[in-house]
């Protein structure tokens, strides 16, 4: 169907809704579905701190698409948010409404691929709640697939470990332009054989993954460590960031090479980052786990982390884009 002004209709089985884009006096209402809470507030907090953010970010929101009923009330939206690292991240409302399809949900995303491929994204990620099941249906039949269901983890650091955290046969070195192909080296090999979201590998260029991991929260190189044993060969990596307004830590990634799992060396690590972040004063640290990672979930609950929520993640790739004919 051709395109008419800036919207293109789209149809399904109950009642006819529009896609388009938002307009200006829109983008709170869409924000309103987007950022409401599983009870359905309108989350007027949850929008205006969004609405900072986005200022501050330089976030276009007018990236919005909608879909509008006959009396032009937005009943469904998307908001693409670009990621570092060519990703791109797609924020839904958690529920879908009476008369949403999930044909509205595949032509919202249908029509966000062109938005996506002018600023280059080969990827774009969603993060669903393991509850909204139909919001996760929905996704899969736009062309989603699910790379894994994630458990989010935290713990307080209050207080320092004692005695030696890293046995003598480690050297640890921090991220700096001189290391930088040391830890994409030992990033790569630590995504062999492993339970860390392996439908992720390959599907990422390294230098887009080392970007997107900088971007999660507040990058600082001095929180980026890498572990090599006795023979110099690097066998570990550790990455920690600060959160957005300095609020706690994420460990962003942490992963072994082959021949290092199973001696100690993860917990060492982590030994390490309590350490250095209680040095910074303490606070909260999350991590996001692989829910089949049985080895990685016995090592954040053998150190004290605790359960926080469950989600799916998604990811559609993007192949390149076709071009017209001449």
């Not at 700096?176 to 090999?189: D, G, L, N, Q, Y």
């Not at 209680?278 to 089949?292: L, P, R």
């Not at 990685?296 to 559609?316: D, E, N, Q, S």
């Amino acid at each position: 169907m051709s395109a008419v002004s800036n919207f293109l209709l789209r149809r399904n089985d109950g009642e006819d809704l529009s896609i388009r884009r938002v307009y200006r006096h829109e983008i709170e209402s869409a924000l309103r579905l987007i950022l409401a809470k599983s009870a359905g507030s309108d989350a007027d907090d949850s929008v205006l701190e969004f609405l900072q953010m986005a200022v501050h970010r330089g976030l276009d929101l007018n990236a919005i698409w909608v879909a509008v009923d006959s009396a032009e009330n937005v009943q469904w939206a998307a908001l693409p948010m670009p990621l570092a690292g060519r990703a791109m991240l797609l924020m839904t409302p958690p529920r879908m409404r009476p008369g949403v399809g999930a044909k509205h949900v595949s032509a919202l995303v249908e029509s966000i691929l062109g938005d996506a491929h002018k600023a280059g994204v080969q990827m774009i990620q969603a993060l669903v709640d393991t509850e909204h099941n139909a919001v996760y249906r929905a996704l899969l039949e736009g062309g989603f697939e699910e790379i894994a269901e994630l458990i989010y983890l935290t713990r307080q650091i209050r207080a320092p470990l004692a005695g030696r955290l890293v046995p003598e046969k480690y050297t640890l070195w921090t991220y700096s332009p001189a290391t930088h192909a040391r830890f994409s080296r030992c990033i790569e090999r630590s995504y062999i054989n492993s339970q860390d979201c392996p439908g992720l590998n390959g599907k990422r260029e390294m230098e887009d993954i080392i970007a997107g991991h900088k971007a999660a929260g507040e990058f600082d190189p001095d929180l980026w460590t890498l572990a090599s044993d006795a023979s110099g060969e690097d066998v570990g990596v550790m990455l920690l960031n600060r959160l957005q307004n300095r609020e706690g830590y994420e460990l962003v990634y942490i992963g072994l090479v082959p021949e290092a799992r199973g001696s100690g060396l993860a917990d060492a690590l982590l030994r390490t980052a309590f350490n250095q972040l209680h040095g910074e004063g303490g606070s909260t640290i999350v991590a996001a786990c692989d829910a089949n990672n049985a080895p990685a979930r016995k090592l954040y609950y053998r150190h004290g982390f605790g359960y926080l929520y469950t989600r799916h993640a998604l990811v559609k790739e993007l192949g390149l884009p076709v071009q017209p004919d001449h």
